[in-house]
């Protein structure tokens, strides 16, 4: 049995789906499960899903076909389109809706014999400059894309924030304005089409970006997309381990790899089954905290593959067996990016396989 394990509370993705249909009603809403769902299993948290949104979102063709084969049967957009070595026939096979991004997949598109047909979405570069169709090409792209006989219609239109996060920058109203402009240039051709611009950050910061779908991304799972938590969400991972040695631990002793940490006092240490191996981040600072038996304790010496150490105090009561939680609800993981430096979604994303995910209601 694992030890290292990521419990998700199912009940805490359906209240922040409800959160979101909420907070911008009579849209479409895309549960964006890319990245295993952002570390929280992709399979179990569509198929918990797949009656209450309007569509998930993957980034490859591999994370789609995943859920096709688990049963899921909503529509499912491929946020990245397709690769140069894709079999397009996949998005046949499979019913996949592609982003296009570039004038290459227009062409292959044009190889799909007649009449296949599949939904497409158009990314239009609005200061991203990631992905996507420069404005002044866009309306020519565009047009070529609709032209495609095994092209859906209507086309639907997509772009991303690059700066959702930042409240006081001028970037966000620019890109709004600039996918607005865009979408009036075709407007003809885009009577019952879907518009998305909006992501977690744009959903909950910026409401005129709504359009008439949302794409909800890390904070379905309860994570602020800022730098604050989100109270309104109920973060719905806990990753915890448990002490598996309690040792007591000398002045001036040092301990772990490298011997970067040395007691300024006798205390006690504990020993927790968690480590790179498992997707904790090995170069994280010292003294950031984990929480034992109700109280925040600080990790002490390099985190290894396998083990972290903890200073527990000289009078601690903790013994082998009891429950570490490295973020959780008792210690959001905004707390724990704040004081590492790395994000929450990398946090999230980089939990390996060997910290192994269990579900409750």
Not at 5 to 16: A, D, Q, T, Y
Not at 113 to 142: Q, Y
Not at 160 to 181: G, I, L, P, V, Y
Request: proline share 4%.
């Amino acid at each position: 049995m694992s030890i290292a394990v990521v419990e998700v509370n199912r009940k805490s993705i359906l209240h922040n789906i409800d959160f979101f249909k909420q907070k911008s009603p009579n849209r479409t809403l895309m549960a964006v499960v890319k990245a295993n769902a952002y570390g929280h299993g992709m399979e179990e948290v569509a198929q918990l899903l797949d009656d209450k949104v309007d569509c998930f979102g993957v980034a490859r063709i591999s994370e789609a076909v995943a859920l096709r084969q688990v049963g899921i049967r909503s529509p499912i957009v491929l946020l990245e389109g397709f690769f140069p070595h894709d079999d397009i026939n996949d998005l046949l096979d499979f019913n996949l809706q592609p982003v296009i991004h570039s004038s290459w997949q227009i062409d292959d598109l044009n190889t799909i014999p007649f009449p296949n047909e599949i939904t497409v979405w158009f990314k239009i570069d609005t200061g991203m400059h990631r992905l996507g169709f420069n404005f002044d090409e866009a309306i020519g792209e565009f047009n070529r894309l609709a032209s495609c006989k095994a092209v859906r219609q209507p086309i639907n239109i997509i772009s991303h924030f690059s700066s959702a996060d930042d409240f006081d920058s001028s970037q966000t109203k620019t890109q709004m304005a600039r996918f607005d402009e865009f979408a009036c240039l075709v407007d003809s051709n885009l009577i019952g089409c879907q518009q998305s611009i909006a992501a977690s950050g744009g959903i909950l910061a910026w409401p005129d970006s709504h359009h008439n779908m949302i794409r909800v991304g890390i904070a379905l799972y309860g994570v602020s997309p800022f730098d604050e938590e989100v109270t309104d969400l109920q973060p719905a991972m806990t990753l915890k381990s448990e002490l598996i040695a309690v040792r007591k631990h000398k002045k001036g002793q040092a301990v772990g790899y490298g011997q970067t940490w040395t007691s300024e006092r006798d205390t006690i240490l504990g020993v927790v089954a968690m480590g790179y191996g498992d997707g904790y981040p090995r170069d994280i600072p010292e003294n950031t905290p984990v929480y034992i038996n109700g109280r925040l304790v600080p990790i002490v010496g390099r985190v290894s593959m396998d083990m972290i150490v903890v200073d527990l105090g000289q009078h601690c009561q903790d013994k082998p067996g009891d429950e570490v939680i490295f973020w959780g609800k008792q210690l959001p993981v905004e707390q724990i990016s704040k004081h590492t430096g790395i994000s929450a979604y990398e946090l999230l994303t980089r939990l390996t396989s060997r910290a192994k995910i269990r579900y409750k209601d």
